[in-house]
Nanobody, 124 residues
Framework: QVQLVESGGGLVQAGGSLRLSCAAS????????MGWFRQAPGKEREFVAT????????TINNSVKGRFTISRDNAKNTVYLQMNSLKPEDTAVYYC?????????????????WGQGTQVTVSS
């Protein structure tokens, strides 16, 4: 089992920045692909970004490319999502995900482990 705990969400004005963190614990989580999905009210859950276990490959949704950056620190078993130039349409609950076999999958069904989510609200 892998446990994921997100932090760093909150309320920010458009154009501002937030950094989300996800601390993983449990079975060899440092060898897992990790990432972020989000779900806005009334919308389907969507992929945001993923990063392979060694950090060499990242995948970013085109809607946030150039504004969001994903990174990880395996010594701390933590993955980060740096969000800059935030827009009201970025408002959503952000979920941390992890899986041993997901590689760079953008499909939610590829991820066995999910955090509880953290709310990000961007005001206009």
């Amino acid at each position: 089992q892998v446990q994921l705990v997100e932090s760093g969400g909150g309320l920010v004005q458009a154009g501002g920045s937030l950094r989300l963190s996800c601390a993983a614990s449990g079975r060899t989580s440092s060898t897992y692909t990790m990432g972020w999905f989000r779900q806005a009210p009334g919308k389907e859950r969507e992929f945001v970004a993923t990063i392979t276990w060694n950090g060499r490959r990242t995948t970013i949704n085109n809607s946030v490319k150039g504004r969001f950056t994903i990174s990880r620190d395996n010594a701390k078993n933590t993955v980060y999502l740096q969000m800059n130039s935030l827009k009201p349409e970025d408002t959503a609950v952000y979920y941390c995900v992890a899986d041993q076999w997901a590689t760079t999958s953008i499909e939610s069904r590829s991820y066995a482990y999910w955090g509880q989510g953290t709310q990000v609200t961007v005001s206009s």
